[in-house]
């Protein structure tokens, strides 16, 4: 998303991530690239954090604030727990899944209004899952609380301040190669998306308009137990392909 940006001509970039090691990974890559990022450790969860976070933005944009871009999320695994059926999910694994894809998310784009508004002309864009848009058992204590949750917070968001020209817009993602959803993402950053807000939008490899087999049932590319099946009937793998566990 940081070279998309920079490729559209973005000049000054801020990325955060709660652990050093993707940091300094990411950075390496785009220095590399000749691509200036300034990014540090965050944790969203923390007010604190937050709190100073807007401060760190402040200074380093002297007070304004063009885009925001609200990435923070969760997913099932079996370390978190957040796999589990809706009946066998406690509410504890809820309550942090919603805080952690909804609330903090949203709280950090409250504290950013004043840099965003003092910019003249700022956008916001959060990435949720379309996790919630098919009947995924596994994942439902992810799904109930992501996309309905975002998409609530993000028309309030939406509705309460465009008169000040701030845009909310949440690109809904699959897994996918960044590059598959920065550029959308990136779009809804420009003045020429100005007449789209508090939408939202669905990079989903089409998985909710014909896939009946169900995401969580195709496992994940990469998965020792995932095999390739393409749509190319073995005539090379095309970029439709999905994934199917053994």
Not at 53 to 69: C, P, Q, W
């Amino acid at each position: 998303m940081a070279e998309e940006l920079a490729g559209l001509g973005a000049t000054v970039q801020y990325a955060c991530s709660s652990d050093q090691a993707p940091i300094d990974e990411r950075n390496q890559e785009w220095e590399s690239k000749g691509v200036t990022v300034t990014g540090s450790v965050f944790d969203l969860k923390s007010t604190t954090q937050r709190e100073n976070l807007m401060n760190t933005f402040s200074s380093a944009f002297d007070g304004k604030l063009n885009i925001l871009v609200n990435n923070t999320g969760a997913i099932g695994n079996p370390d978190k727990n957040l796999e589990f059926p809706s009946i066998m999910s406690t509410w504890a694994i809820k309550s942090s899944t919603r805080n952690t894809i909804v609330d903090h998310p949203y709280r950090l784009s409250l504290l950013a209004y004043p840099l965003l508004k003092a910019s003249g002309y700022a956008s916001v864009v959060f990435l949720a899952s379309f996790a919630d848009l098919k009947a995924e058992p596994e994942l439902s204590a992810f799904a109930e609380t992501s996309k309905v949750g975002v998409e609530m917070g993000k028309r309030q968001h939406s509705h309460k301040h465009c008169e000040t020209y701030v845009r909310a817009d949440d690109g809904l993602c699959r897994p996918a190669e960044p590059n598959e959803i920065s550029s959308l993402v990136s779009f809804l950053c420009l003045p020429a998306s100005s007449y789209i807000n508090g939408k939202e939008f669905y990079i989903d490899g089409q998985q909710t308009v014909c896939d009946p087999v169900g995401m969580w049932n195709q496992g994940w590319p990469g998965n020792s137990t995932s095999t390739p099946i393409c749509h190319s009937k073995g005539q090379g793998q095309c970029k439709g392909c999905y994934y199917s566990r053994e």
